[in-house]
């Protein structure tokens, strides 16, 4: 079974800092890796993905998240947030096993941007 | 992409009742699922609902309790049957969109309060 760890429930930073939401995976098996963010009252946005090749991987406002295998951790990361990144944050897999194409989903991390 | 809404956004309900939740699709989508999202927790995925079949419910989840409907490939409904307090949750709909990016796109939710 496939399982995902946010350790972090609640992250608070002030704008224009650097923050990074961290999350680690268990699967037995190759997986893919997502964030999706989901905004005060509204649904959930996909923010970034590993299928494969580059480790690095980038979103259109200024996160990333490394795929690390050898750690089965995909941290996301921002150099410098600003007030409007103030949302929870999910990390999930996919793994491709028996259980079919099922999204795990963690907790979540609560990132509260302060000025 | 696929643009995704539900109906109801909120609902107060009594004890003992059942609430259908409607969702529709701006695409044509082979696979919908329908997660849970409790207070302060991750999402849970309640079951997978395919065009043409039955709906594959997850552990801890029953067709009689979350009767779910897929008449074709833009929509699908949720049935919360003979509701307790415990069923208060946000409910979300989510379809994975074709080709090998494995994205899922969600709905905006539906607010279940059960009195």
């Known amino acids: 079974a496939q399982s995902v760890t946010q350790l972090d429930s609640q992250v608070p930073v002030f704008e224009e800092a650097p923050v990074e939401l961290r999350c680690n995976y268990s699967s037995s098996v190759s997986v893919y890796l997502f964030w999706y963010v989901q905004y005060p009252n509204q649904g959930l946005q996909l923010l970034l993905k590993y299928l494969s090749g580059s480790t690095l991987v980038e979103s259109i406002n200024g996160f990333e998240a490394e795929f690390n295998k050898s750690q089965t951790s995909f941290h996301l990361r921002k150099p410098s947030v600003h007030i409007s990144d103030t949302a929870e944050y999910f990390c999930a897999v996919r793994s491709f096993t028996g259980g079919g194409n099922k999204l795990t989903f963690g907790t979540g991390t609560q990132l509260k941007v302060e000025l | 992409s696929a643009v995704i809404s539900q109906k109801p956004s909120r609902d107060i309900c009594q004890r003992g009742t059942s609430l259908t939740i409607q969702c529709q699709v701006d695409s044509q989508v082979t696979m919908m699922f329908w997660y849970r999202q409790q207070p302060g927790q991750s999402l849970t995925l309640i079951a997978t609902a395919n065009q043409g079949s039955e709906a594959t419910y997850e552990s801890g989840f029953v067709i009689d309790k979350f009767p779910i409907s897929r008449p074709n490939l833009t929509f699908s409904t949720l049935t919360v049957s003979n509701m307790s307090p415990e069923d208060s949750s946000i409910y979300l709909c989510?379809?994975?969109?074709?080709?090998?990016?494995?994205?899922?796109?969600f709905g905006p939710g539906t607010r279940l309060t059960v009195t």
């Open positions: 989510s379809v994975e969109v074709g080709g090998m990016d494995y994205e899922q796109y």
